[in-house]
């Protein structure tokens, strides 16, 4: 496969899953800002999704309407879902040939939903919901045509790899910043809307109340997030799949490289796999954190040097 292609396939994947976990996001937040009594901040969402100027962003914190429109629509944040979406669409005309018809035809349906005026009026005078739940059933008949239409070769395979990296440093991102959060505010640690949206945001709602049944614990919710293996936005369900793929793409041609990337891969996979809370802790949450993402963002680095030709 060509090395223009197998990165067109990767970065595909990897702007449609950041747009489906910013949706998500975005939606939970903005309902958690309708059942707020005191006046609701969009700073943590701010924080994760956004590049431009943070002090001119925070002016706006308090705008839930002005936020969402800011991350949905605005053509000059670079972040937004509809320049996302534009980049996803663009990586899939380069590589039509490599992909099925309907997977290409839904990423173009997604585009133009993006780009539907109808969208702007929802967010600006109607429900913002209506306009984030279009964009999250877009995004869902995608993976359900990737999932049953694609070929199961090295195409799927650097789908999958980024579809998982993209979702791992969203979690811990999401994680991190939740806990930063904290250190301002300590009451935060017995708020149970707090620890509820922040496991509705990433899909953990559901799974957190059937595993554990003693209510909301904050070293409850480190577990799902990072270790628990049968939750898809887990870090090690996360990395554990992108091990599985690469695996895949084992070639005498380049065993060099797929051995050095490899190595990488399982070492980060051994950090998280022989980690528990306690370790977590004792090293500091967010500096365990750190060190996780810097190596997820390692791996993408060697990724584009080794496959992509974009060292």
């Given at each position: 496969m060509l090395?223009?292609?197998?990165?067109?396939?990767?970065?595909?994947?990897?702007?449609?899953?950041?747009?489906?976990?910013?949706?998500?996001?975005?939606?939970?937040?903005?309902?958690?800002?309708?059942?707020?009594?005191?006046?609701?901040?969009?700073?943590?969402?701010?924080?994760?999704?956004?590049?431009?100027?943070?002090?001119?962003?925070?002016?706006?914190?308090?705008?839930?309407?002005?936020?969402?429109e800011y991350l949905l629509l605005n053509r000059e944040n670079p972040n937004s879902i509809l320049n996302i979406v534009t980049l996803a669409r663009e990586n899939a005309r380069s590589v039509q040939e490599h992909i099925p018809k309907d997977l290409w035809q839904c990423l173009n349906e997604y585009y133009h939903t993006v780009k539907d005026p109808n969208l702007l009026w929802y967010v600006q005078k109607d429900d913002p919901i209506t306009a984030l739940d279009i964009l999250i059933r877009q995004v869902m008949v995608y993976h359900g045509t990737s999932d049953s239409a694609m070929e199961r070769g090295e195409s799927r395979s650097f789908m999958k790899i980024g579809k998982h990296l993209e979702r791992s440093i969203q979690s811990i991102d999401i994680l991190d910043i939740k806990f930063s959060s904290i250190n301002g505010n300590p009451d935060l640690l017995t708020d149970i809307a707090y620890w509820k949206h922040l496991l509705l945001s990433i899909g953990g709602y559901e799974l957190y109340l059937k595993t554990y049944r003693q209510g909301f614990d904050v070293k409850n919710i480190i577990e799902l997030v990072m270790l628990n293996d049968d939750f898809p936005r887990s870090a090690l369900y996360s990395i554990n799949n992108i091990d599985r793929y690469f695996s895949r793409l084992k070639s005498e041609s380049n065993i060099v490289h797929y051995n050095n990337l490899s190595f990488k891969i399982g070492r980060l996979k051994s950090m998280i796999t022989y980690s528990s809370v306690h370790t977590m802790e004792e090293q500091q949450l967010h500096q365990f954190l750190t060190e996780i993402r810097s190596e997820l963002f390692g791996i993408g680095n060697l990724l584009n040097e080794y496959y992509f030709a974009n060292s």
């Open positions: 090395s223009r292609v197998a990165s067109s396939l990767y970065w595909l994947s990897r702007y449609v899953e950041r747009s489906d976990g910013m949706l998500r996001m975005i939606k939970i937040n903005y309902a958690s800002s309708q059942d707020s009594i005191q006046e609701f901040t969009w700073r943590s969402i701010i924080k994760i999704f956004s590049s431009d100027d943070e002090h001119e962003l925070l002016a706006i914190q308090h705008d839930s309407r002005a936020v969402i």
